[in-house]
Nanobody, 126 residues
Framework: QVQLVESGGGLVQSGGSLRLSCEPS????????VGWYRQAPGKAREGITC??????????YYADSVKGRFTLSSDNTKNMVNLLMTNVEFEDSDVYHC?????????????????WGKGTLVIVSP
């Protein structure tokens, strides 16, 4: 069965750090770009970061809202993608989802999405 599993969410204080991970089941990352989205109930989904696993350079995109605070990386030995969140803010509280995208185009695009994870909840206390 093909699926994505996110982990690492939880409660963190404002200014703290948290690491989210995304692991595919049933396929490998090497044919996909990996994007992270976040969405709170009643709010629009925001594509915050994306990394290419196919261009040989690991090209990475960050939305302005997370640039300089979040770092996305691929661990090819473990077939995992990690999102390191530092200096988190109350506004970062959301459900975070990873997605497998057919191609890297900078901001993650819904049109390129093949697989979508159920998400992991991040709560930042003020």
């Amino acid at each position: 069965q093909v699926q994505l599993v996110e982990s690492g969410g939880g409660l963190v204080q404002s200014g703290g750090s948290l690491r989210l991970s995304c692991e595919p089941s049933g396929f490998n990352w090497d044919r996909y770009a990996v994007g992270w989205y976040r969405q709170a109930p009643g709010k629009a989904r925001e594509g915050i970061t994306c990394i290419s696993n196919t261009d040989g350079e690991g090209s990475t995109y960050y939305a302005d809202s997370v640039k300089g605070r979040f770092t996305l990386s691929s661990d090819n030995t473990k077939n995992m993608v990690n999102l390191l969140m530092t200096n988190v803010e109350f506004e970062d509280s959301d459900v975070y989802h990873c997605a497998a995208l057919r191609r890297y185009a900078g901001p993650p695009r819904d049109a390129d999405m093949d697989h979508w994870g159920k998400g992991t909840l991040v709560i930042v206390s003020p």
